[in-house]
């Protein structure tokens, strides 16, 4: 007779299939096992026959102790061993047995059978760390875990009420192997192995988890590792906290987001306190106002815990400490008056490079109200203050640079823009990022035995666009184009000399037009003049009708200097690009019959079809 034909044979029926549990195996997993073994209907044809007081609980880890031993005998379990297997210890208090750790029962998915379904094509068995809501992701494949049948025609949610199999759907039979999951991205994957380790069923892997810990936390036992672990995991994503619970995730999250949430709370964990607070930190930085913690309320609710939350002792006493660091940190920031005061900048500008993570935000727990204070970091301010700034205009002259080679210097992390110019509209360079560049070009500089023109002559090969100038000094220093130096020269491009040959190379590379910096609307006479490759007695005249000031050169509208560029090729360019002198320019045009447009030079396209014929 099996245990199902049954239902009111009393306490002592025995099963005739024994089955012993496997490693990890959920006590559920197991008596589900048992139950299809014996051809049972339903889960509660044990419950019932095995004379648990809570028969009305299909799922195991539901019933009470004493139903837990008796079903255990039922099946031909150990009793001790079964009770482990995530099932209730105690009516008052609810814990979960769980391997030789008691957790709250807020963070087990009891009722609801979620499964991997390629791992249930592994080992068709029910783990009991897919129990665990902070993980719904099976380490064995890395899929994330689905609690719907994959049939399109039934797509039930699983439960322990029927026993086709732990492989099959609890209603219609389906294969549960057959469903689609999303697998867990590469990058979350240790840290979530890392985390689930704490709670595994082998209690090697927790002491190896428990040994990433600082001290102050792997003192703790797992169940408040467990809460620890749940509640700054809402903190990190506020959207996967339940609306009542603030410390509990809930089941119904994305699981995607879930785990992308759990594995940064590990390394919150791993790196506490401090990482916990950059990350307050950060998130009160983007607060619009004087009040709230810029984090939808996650943070006070989390530095809440150890007063309005049933949470551990273990874990409120974390919090706690927390807390106190919180409350007297007020020496690692400045208030933000004065830190502007001390880099003699407006509050309001320092506040914009705070709120854009410019700067970093010490999280301040004021007293006596608790509410949080928004502090500049103070090393941060410090560093700054003790930095060295150069207005931009004078690194342009230092350079021989057009303004738009600075920013693309900038751009491209060459040159490093300061934080704040206090006086200075055109804004300032940290001195220390121009020596650092004038020392990289001496290194990057060897002697060159052919004939050398300075890379100003060699420039004026290109034309028709903005000069290649960033873009031509970074080959330098990555060793692309060899050059001298000599840096008594009196600007920085004066002083480097190319090979002649060289200036070949500077056609193919990319206009400075467009990287990464906007182009400007109007450019300085000597830049247009530059782009133009005109002497300046030409440039004045093709520039004539930009007049300038006293203490201004005049202006040039851009698409005016672009446009001309595109259309008229300079004498100078043409040398270079035919290997002549000006002389051989003035024959080669009048042999081909390339006409002067106007002072800016020839015809650009007649020279480009025949310079180029493809």
């Not at 939350?309 to 927390?322: E, Q």
């Not at 934080?419 to 055109?426: I, K, N, R, T, Y």
């Not at 990319?510 to 910096?517: E, I, N």
Request: glycine share 8%; charged share 25%; with cysteine.
């Amino acid at each position: 007779m099996s245990a199902a034909s049954d239902r009111h044979a009393g306490i002592g029926l025995q099963v005739r299939t024994v089955l012993a549990p496997l490693p990890g195996e959920s006590a559920d997993g197991l008596l589900g096992r048992v139950a299809a073994a014996e051809c049972a209907t339903r889960m509660l044809d044990f419950t019932r026959v095995a004379g648990a007081s809570f028969s009305h609980h299909a799922a195991l880890s539901r019933q009470e102790p004493e139903g837990v031993r008796l079903v255990a005998r039922c099946i031909g379990a150990d009793p001790d061993d079964l009770a482990e297997r995530c099932t209730v210890t105690s009516l008052e208090t609810r814990e979960i047995a769980f391997f030789g750790l008691r957790i709250d029962p807020r963070h087990v998915a009891g009722s609801v059978r979620r499964y991997a379904p390629a791992s249930l094509a592994a080992s068709p068995h029910h783990r009991a760390l897919w129990m665990l809501k902070p993980f719904p992701f099976c380490e064995e494949t890395w899929q994330l875990l689905v609690e719907h049948c994959p049939s399109p025609h039934c797509g039930a949610v699983q439960h322990w009420r029927w026993t086709n199999g732990i492989d099959l759907c609890d209603r219609c039979g389906e294969q549960l192997t057959r469903a689609r999951a999303d697998e867990i991205p590469e990058d979350l994957r240790q840290n979530l192995l890392d985390a689930l380790g704490l709670f595994h069923p082998d209690p090697s892997r927790r002491e190896a988890s428990q040994s990433l810990l600082p001290d102050g936390l792997a003192r703790l036992d797992g169940g408040a590792l467990l809460d620890l672990l749940s509640a700054i995991a809402g903190v990190v994503d506020p959207c996967i906290r339940y609306a009542s619970n603030k410390r509990v995730l809930d089941q119904a999250a994305p699981p995607s987001a879930v785990t992308a949430a759990v594995a940064s709370a590990w390394s919150m964990m791993v790196g506490w306190p401090e990482r916990f607070e950059r990350l307050i930190g950060e998130r009160l930085s983007t607060r619009e106002g004087r009040f709230g913690d810029g984090n939808d309320g996650a943070t006070l609710a989390f530095l809440n815990l150890p007063r309005r939350s049933k949470m551990r002792s273990d874990a409120r006493h974390a919090v706690s400490l927390l807390c106190d660091r919180l409350e007297n940190n007020a020496a690692s920031g400045y208030r933000t008056m004065d830190a502007a005061s001390r880099l003699s900048v407006n509050a309001s500008e320092l506040t914009a490079a705070r709120r854009r993570g410019d700067i970093p935000t010490v999280f301040h727990l004021g007293l006596p109200q608790r509410r949080p204070v928004p502090l500049v970091e103070r090393s941060a301010i410090d560093r700054l203050a003790g930095r060295q700034m150069v207005p931009r205009f004078a690194v342009e002259v230092l350079l021989g640079a057009s303004s738009q080679t600075v920013d693309a210097l900038v751009a491209t992390g060459v040159l490093e823009a300061a934080m704040f110019a206090p006086g200075d509209v055109g804004g300032r360079i940290y001195r220390e990022s121009v020596d650092a560049f004038v020392a990289r070009l001496a290194a990057a500089s060897r002697t060159i035995d052919c004939e050398t023109i300075p890379l100003r002559t060699a420039m004026r090969i290109v034309g028709g666009r903005f000069k290649p100038w960033p873009e031509a000094l970074s080959a330098m220093l990555a060793g692309r184009i060899a050059f001298e130096f000599d840096p008594n020269a009196k600007t920085v491009v004066d002083g480097i000399r190319v090979a002649t040959e060289t200036a070949a190379l500077l056609l193919g590379l990319p206009s400075a037009d467009g990287a990464g910096t906007p182009t400007p609307m109007t450019l300085l006479k000597a830049e247009a003049i530059e782009i133009l490759n005109l002497r300046l007695s030409a440039g004045a005249t093709v520039l004539g009708d930009w007049k300038g000031t006293r203490t201004r050169s005049g202006e040039v509208p851009t698409s005016f200097v672009l446009d001309l560029a595109k259309t008229h090729i300079a004498p100078a360019e043409a040398a270079l690009r035919l290997s002549t002198g000006c002389k051989g320019v003035r024959h080669f045009m009048a042999r081909h019959g390339i006409e002067k447009l106007s002072d800016a030079g020839y015809d650009r396209a007649k020279f480009e079809a025949l310079a180029n014929p493809d």
